[in-house]
Protein backbone atom coordinates (compact mmCIF):
# COMPACT_ATOMS: atom_id res chain seq x y z
CA UNK A 1 0.00 0.00 0.00
CA UNK A 2 1.49 3.36 -1.02
CA UNK A 3 2.24 6.20 1.58
CA UNK A 4 1.08 9.34 -0.28
CA UNK A 5 2.26 12.62 1.65
CA UNK A 6 1.99 16.47 0.41
CA UNK A 7 5.80 16.75 -0.05
CA UNK A 8 7.27 19.56 2.34
CA UNK A 9 8.63 22.67 0.75
CA UNK A 10 12.27 23.25 0.89
CA UNK A 11 13.47 25.69 3.15
CA UNK A 12 16.40 27.10 4.00
CA UNK A 13 18.04 26.25 7.17
CA UNK A 14 17.63 28.80 10.16
CA UNK A 15 20.58 29.92 12.25
CA UNK A 16 19.57 28.23 15.35
CA UNK A 17 20.97 26.46 17.82
CA UNK A 18 20.50 22.21 18.23
CA UNK A 19 18.39 23.11 21.59
CA UNK A 20 15.99 25.82 19.58
CA UNK A 21 15.26 23.26 16.68
CA UNK A 22 14.69 19.98 19.16
CA UNK A 23 13.92 20.22 22.71
CA UNK A 24 15.99 18.52 25.05
CA UNK A 25 14.38 14.91 26.55
CA UNK A 26 14.44 16.81 29.84
CA UNK A 27 12.54 20.00 28.65
CA UNK A 28 9.75 17.71 27.03
CA UNK A 29 9.54 15.26 30.08
CA UNK A 30 9.39 18.84 32.11
CA UNK A 31 6.17 19.65 30.19
CA UNK A 32 4.33 16.72 29.95
CA UNK A 33 5.15 16.22 34.06
CA UNK A 34 3.22 19.75 34.00
CA UNK A 35 0.83 19.82 31.30
CA UNK A 36 -0.42 16.27 31.22
CA UNK A 37 0.88 13.67 33.53
CA UNK A 38 -0.01 15.91 36.51
CA UNK A 39 -3.90 15.85 35.02
CA UNK A 40 -3.94 12.21 34.60
CA UNK A 41 -2.52 11.86 38.48
CA UNK A 42 -6.02 13.50 39.00
CA UNK A 43 -8.50 11.26 36.39
CA UNK A 44 -6.50 7.94 36.97
CA UNK A 45 -7.52 7.68 41.15
CA UNK A 46 -7.68 3.96 41.40
CA UNK A 47 -7.25 2.86 37.70
CA UNK A 48 -3.41 1.96 37.48
CA UNK A 49 -5.00 -1.54 37.78
CA UNK A 50 -6.85 -0.79 34.23
CA UNK A 51 -4.03 0.30 33.01
CA UNK A 52 -1.68 -2.19 33.48
CA UNK A 53 -2.76 -5.92 34.14
CA UNK A 54 -0.18 -8.29 36.17
CA UNK A 55 0.44 -11.66 36.19
CA UNK A 56 -0.05 -12.81 39.90
CA UNK A 57 0.16 -16.36 41.83
CA UNK A 58 -2.75 -16.00 44.50
CA UNK A 59 -6.14 -18.14 43.37
CA UNK A 60 -8.98 -15.28 42.99
CA UNK A 61 -11.52 -16.84 41.55
CA UNK A 62 -12.79 -19.54 38.88
CA UNK A 63 -14.54 -18.31 35.84
CA UNK A 64 -15.80 -19.74 32.69
CA UNK A 65 -13.28 -20.18 29.97
CA UNK A 66 -13.71 -16.98 27.03
CA UNK A 67 -12.04 -16.66 23.83
CA UNK A 68 -8.57 -15.69 23.85
CA UNK A 69 -8.24 -17.00 28.13
CA UNK A 70 -4.94 -18.69 28.43
CA UNK A 71 -5.09 -21.79 28.15
CA UNK A 72 -2.83 -22.54 30.69
CA UNK A 73 -4.89 -21.08 33.45
CA UNK A 74 -7.85 -23.80 32.54
CA UNK A 75 -8.78 -25.36 35.66
CA UNK A 76 -8.96 -28.85 34.31
CA UNK A 77 -10.42 -30.14 37.93
CA UNK A 78 -13.37 -28.03 38.10
CA UNK A 79 -13.51 -27.71 33.76
CA UNK A 80 -14.53 -31.97 33.98
CA UNK A 81 -16.52 -32.00 36.99
CA UNK A 82 -18.63 -29.14 35.21
CA UNK A 83 -18.03 -30.14 31.75
CA UNK A 84 -17.80 -26.45 31.18
CA UNK A 85 -14.02 -25.08 30.56
CA UNK A 86 -13.42 -22.71 33.03
CA UNK A 87 -10.07 -20.72 33.79
CA UNK A 88 -8.44 -19.59 36.68
CA UNK A 89 -8.35 -15.64 37.78
CA UNK A 90 -5.05 -14.43 39.95
CA UNK A 91 -4.59 -11.77 42.17
CA UNK A 92 -2.15 -9.57 40.05
CA UNK A 93 0.89 -8.51 40.30
CA UNK A 94 1.38 -4.53 40.74
CA UNK A 95 5.75 -5.83 39.53
CA UNK A 96 5.70 -6.04 36.41
CA UNK A 97 7.25 -4.40 32.84
CA UNK A 98 5.78 -2.81 30.36
CA UNK A 99 7.71 -2.37 26.67
CA UNK A 100 7.13 -0.15 24.12
CA UNK A 101 7.52 -1.46 20.13
CA UNK A 102 8.24 2.05 18.44
CA UNK A 103 7.75 2.33 14.89
CA UNK A 104 10.22 5.14 13.57
CA UNK A 105 9.52 4.43 9.89
CA UNK A 106 9.47 7.25 7.17
CA UNK A 107 5.56 7.68 7.70
CA UNK A 108 5.92 8.33 11.11
CA UNK A 109 7.56 11.97 10.65
CA UNK A 110 4.60 13.49 8.29
CA UNK A 111 2.55 16.22 10.49
CA UNK A 112 0.14 18.63 8.62
CA UNK A 113 -0.15 20.38 11.28
CA UNK A 114 2.32 21.14 14.48
CA UNK A 115 2.52 17.85 15.75
CA UNK A 116 4.04 14.83 13.38
CA UNK A 117 3.45 11.36 14.40
CA UNK A 118 6.95 10.95 15.64
CA UNK A 119 6.30 13.65 18.23
CA UNK A 120 3.32 12.14 19.29
CA UNK A 121 4.17 8.92 19.83
CA UNK A 122 7.35 10.24 21.61
CA UNK A 123 4.86 12.23 23.99
CA UNK A 124 2.51 9.14 24.56
CA UNK A 125 5.62 6.83 25.52
CA UNK A 126 6.85 9.53 27.91
CA UNK A 127 3.91 10.01 29.53
CA UNK A 128 2.89 6.11 29.90
CA UNK A 129 6.49 5.22 31.29
CA UNK A 130 6.51 8.15 33.49
CA UNK A 131 3.09 6.96 35.04
CA UNK A 132 4.20 3.52 34.88
CA UNK A 133 7.95 4.07 36.55
CA UNK A 134 6.38 6.60 39.36
CA UNK A 135 4.47 3.03 41.09
CA UNK A 136 7.49 0.89 40.97
CA UNK A 137 7.44 -1.14 37.65
CA UNK A 138 10.14 -1.00 34.78
CA UNK A 139 10.02 0.03 31.13
CA UNK A 140 11.68 -1.26 27.80
CA UNK A 141 11.56 -0.10 24.41
CA UNK A 142 12.29 -1.29 20.88
CA UNK A 143 12.69 1.27 18.02
CA UNK A 144 12.22 0.32 14.75
CA UNK A 145 13.42 2.52 11.62
CA UNK A 146 14.59 0.01 8.69
CA UNK A 147 14.55 -2.65 10.80
CA UNK A 148 14.57 -3.26 14.32
CA UNK A 149 17.64 -1.49 15.26
CA UNK A 150 17.56 -0.41 19.30
CA UNK A 151 16.94 -2.19 22.12
CA UNK A 152 16.59 -0.31 26.07
CA UNK A 153 16.45 -2.45 29.03
CA UNK A 154 13.68 -2.84 31.32
CA UNK A 155 14.57 -0.09 34.21
CA UNK A 156 12.66 1.94 36.51
CA UNK A 157 13.19 5.99 37.27
CA UNK A 158 12.44 9.24 35.50
CA UNK A 159 16.57 8.73 34.39
CA UNK A 160 15.59 5.81 32.46
CA UNK A 161 12.35 7.12 30.95
CA UNK A 162 14.44 10.64 30.04
CA UNK A 163 17.01 8.06 28.09
CA UNK A 164 13.85 6.41 26.30
CA UNK A 165 12.69 9.78 25.30
CA UNK A 166 15.88 11.04 23.89
CA UNK A 167 16.22 7.99 22.01
CA UNK A 168 13.44 8.68 19.84
CA UNK A 169 13.17 12.50 20.05
CA UNK A 170 16.89 12.73 18.80
CA UNK A 171 17.04 10.38 16.47
CA UNK A 172 17.36 11.54 12.66
CA UNK A 173 14.86 11.09 9.95
CA UNK A 174 15.05 7.19 8.41
CA UNK A 175 15.60 7.87 4.60
CA UNK A 176 13.03 6.12 1.93
CA UNK A 177 14.22 2.52 2.06
CA UNK A 178 10.78 0.71 0.71
CA UNK A 179 7.52 -0.50 2.78
CA UNK A 180 7.68 -0.49 6.51
CA UNK A 181 7.83 -4.33 7.51
CA UNK A 182 5.61 -3.53 11.14
CA UNK A 183 6.04 -7.46 11.49
CA UNK A 184 9.72 -7.64 12.19
CA UNK A 185 9.01 -5.13 14.95
CA UNK A 186 6.35 -7.39 16.47
CA UNK A 187 8.11 -10.45 16.02
CA UNK A 188 11.73 -9.45 17.56
CA UNK A 189 9.21 -8.03 20.64
CA UNK A 190 8.24 -11.68 20.82
CA UNK A 191 11.39 -12.97 20.87
CA UNK A 192 12.86 -10.47 23.53
CA UNK A 193 10.16 -10.63 26.12
CA UNK A 194 9.72 -13.92 27.89
CA UNK A 195 8.01 -12.69 30.66
CA UNK A 196 4.13 -12.20 30.57
CA UNK A 197 4.23 -8.37 30.31
CA UNK A 198 2.59 -4.97 28.74
CA UNK A 199 3.29 -4.18 25.50
CA UNK A 200 2.43 -1.25 23.45
CA UNK A 201 2.49 -1.36 20.02
CA UNK A 202 3.39 1.90 19.17
CA UNK A 203 2.81 3.05 14.68
CA UNK A 204 0.41 4.43 12.06
CA UNK A 205 -0.23 0.66 10.37
CA UNK A 206 1.31 1.46 7.28
CA UNK A 207 2.73 -1.80 6.57
CA UNK A 208 3.05 -4.46 4.36
CA UNK A 209 0.72 -7.08 5.42
CA UNK A 210 1.70 -9.71 7.65
CA UNK A 211 2.08 -7.71 10.69
CA UNK A 212 -1.55 -9.08 12.39
CA UNK A 213 -0.85 -12.95 12.67
CA UNK A 214 2.22 -11.38 14.45
CA UNK A 215 0.46 -9.14 16.33
CA UNK A 216 -2.46 -12.29 17.40
CA UNK A 217 0.44 -14.70 18.39
CA UNK A 218 2.31 -11.79 20.91
CA UNK A 219 -1.48 -11.05 22.03
CA UNK A 220 -1.29 -14.66 23.14
CA UNK A 221 1.05 -14.12 25.36
CA UNK A 222 1.11 -10.77 26.61
CA UNK A 223 -1.49 -7.91 27.35
CA UNK A 224 -1.26 -6.10 23.74
CA UNK A 225 -2.25 -2.55 23.19
CA UNK A 226 -2.19 -0.98 19.76
CA UNK A 227 -1.51 2.59 19.66
CA UNK A 228 -2.13 4.19 16.53
CA UNK A 229 -0.71 7.26 15.42
CA UNK A 230 -2.89 9.23 13.01
CA UNK A 231 -2.73 12.43 10.89
CA UNK A 232 -6.38 13.87 10.20
CA UNK A 233 -5.36 14.68 6.56
CA UNK A 234 -4.76 10.90 6.16
CA UNK A 235 -8.40 10.57 6.41
CA UNK A 236 -9.47 13.50 4.55
CA UNK A 237 -7.87 15.28 1.77
CA UNK A 238 -9.44 18.56 1.19
CA UNK A 239 -9.39 21.35 -1.62
CA UNK A 240 -5.55 22.35 -1.98
CA UNK A 241 -5.45 22.87 -5.43
CA UNK A 242 -2.33 21.01 -7.38
CA UNK A 243 -0.63 19.45 -5.08
CA UNK A 244 2.56 17.34 -5.05
CA UNK A 245 2.45 14.37 -3.08
CA UNK A 246 5.41 11.70 -1.84
CA UNK A 247 5.98 8.51 -0.63
CA UNK A 248 7.37 9.00 2.49
CA UNK A 249 8.57 5.27 1.93
CA UNK A 250 10.11 5.17 -1.14
CA UNK A 251 10.48 8.71 -2.12
CA UNK A 252 8.02 8.40 -5.37
CA UNK A 253 6.47 11.60 -6.21
CA UNK A 254 3.51 11.90 -7.02
CA UNK A 255 1.28 15.28 -8.94
CA UNK A 256 -2.76 15.66 -8.04
CA UNK A 257 -5.21 18.06 -8.34
CA UNK A 258 -6.97 17.47 -4.96
CA UNK A 259 -9.76 20.45 -6.56
CA UNK A 260 -10.91 17.61 -8.48
CA UNK A 261 -13.95 16.31 -6.28
CA UNK A 262 -14.11 12.69 -7.83
CA UNK A 263 -10.73 11.89 -6.52
CA UNK A 264 -11.26 13.36 -3.25
CA UNK A 265 -13.91 11.15 -2.86
CA UNK A 266 -11.76 7.88 -3.85
CA UNK A 267 -9.05 9.20 -1.37
CA UNK A 268 -11.83 9.15 0.96
CA UNK A 269 -13.46 5.88 0.22
CA UNK A 270 -9.90 4.19 -0.13
CA UNK A 271 -8.96 5.65 3.78
CA UNK A 272 -12.67 4.56 5.09
CA UNK A 273 -11.86 1.12 3.68
CA UNK A 274 -8.60 1.20 5.45
CA UNK A 275 -9.46 2.23 8.91
CA UNK A 276 -12.17 -0.69 8.43
CA UNK A 277 -9.61 -3.21 8.14
CA UNK A 278 -7.24 -1.87 10.84
CA UNK A 279 -10.29 -2.44 12.97
CA UNK A 280 -10.80 -5.74 11.81
CA UNK A 281 -7.26 -6.27 12.30
CA UNK A 282 -7.20 -5.57 15.36
CA UNK A 283 -10.28 -7.05 16.94
CA UNK A 284 -9.14 -10.64 15.41
CA UNK A 285 -6.28 -10.06 17.14
CA UNK A 286 -8.23 -10.17 20.75
CA UNK A 287 -6.11 -6.76 21.48
CA UNK A 288 -7.49 -2.80 22.71
CA UNK A 289 -6.37 -0.44 20.48
CA UNK A 290 -5.83 3.53 21.22
CA UNK A 291 -5.97 6.14 18.44
CA UNK A 292 -3.76 9.07 18.78
CA UNK A 293 -4.15 11.98 16.26
CA UNK A 294 -1.67 14.51 15.73
CA UNK A 295 -4.31 17.23 16.83
CA UNK A 296 -5.83 15.85 19.63
CA UNK A 297 -5.38 15.72 23.30
CA UNK A 298 -3.13 13.52 24.65
CA UNK A 299 -4.31 13.69 28.43
CA UNK A 300 -7.65 12.67 26.73
CA UNK A 301 -6.87 10.18 24.57
CA UNK A 302 -5.12 8.13 27.99
CA UNK A 303 -8.06 8.66 29.70
CA UNK A 304 -11.01 7.57 27.23
CA UNK A 305 -8.68 4.56 26.60
CA UNK A 306 -8.54 3.43 30.13
CA UNK A 307 -12.06 4.21 30.83
CA UNK A 308 -12.74 1.43 27.73
CA UNK A 309 -10.33 -1.09 29.49
CA UNK A 310 -12.49 -0.25 32.98
CA UNK A 311 -15.67 -1.02 31.01
CA UNK A 312 -14.63 -4.25 29.53
CA UNK A 313 -13.19 -5.03 32.64
CA UNK A 314 -16.70 -5.37 34.43
CA UNK A 315 -18.17 -6.73 30.90
CA UNK A 316 -15.54 -9.66 31.76
CA UNK A 317 -16.29 -9.41 35.68
CA UNK A 318 -19.79 -10.40 35.03
CA UNK A 319 -19.28 -13.00 32.22
CA UNK A 320 -20.33 -11.00 29.75
CA UNK A 321 -19.14 -11.16 25.86
CA UNK A 322 -15.75 -11.23 25.25
CA UNK A 323 -13.75 -8.32 23.89
CA UNK A 324 -13.31 -9.09 20.41
CA UNK A 325 -16.61 -10.28 20.19
CA UNK A 326 -18.82 -6.79 21.55
CA UNK A 327 -16.34 -4.90 19.84
CA UNK A 328 -17.56 -6.28 16.46
CA UNK A 329 -21.31 -6.40 17.63
CA UNK A 330 -20.74 -2.07 19.07
CA UNK A 331 -19.39 -1.50 15.55
CA UNK A 332 -21.84 -3.30 13.89
CA UNK A 333 -24.53 -1.20 16.29
CA UNK A 334 -22.93 1.72 15.01
CA UNK A 335 -22.99 1.11 11.05
CA UNK A 336 -27.32 0.14 11.96
Known amino acids: MKNW ?17 RPSA ?39 YQHHDDVRHIDWNVTARLSIPHVREFMEDREMAAWFLVDLSPSVDFG ?30 MLYGSGVDTVIPTRGGRR ?29 GAALVKRRSTIFVISDFISEPGWER ?44 THDKGFRRRFARIAAQREAELRDAFIKAGVDALELATDSDLADAVVRFVEMR ?26 A
Open 5 to 21: WPKARATKPKAASPAAV
Open 26 to 64: ENILKRLEWTVIRRLDGLLQGDYRTLMRGAGIDLADLRE
Open 112 to 141: SGEHAKRSVSAEFVAVLARVITRRGNRVGA
Open 160 to 188: HVLHVLDSISKRPAAKPQGQTQLRELIEA
Open 214 to 257: ALALLAQRHEVVAVRVVDPLELDLPDLGLLTMRDSETGEQLLVD
Open 310 to 335: KRRSRLYAGGGLPMHLSSHLSSNARA
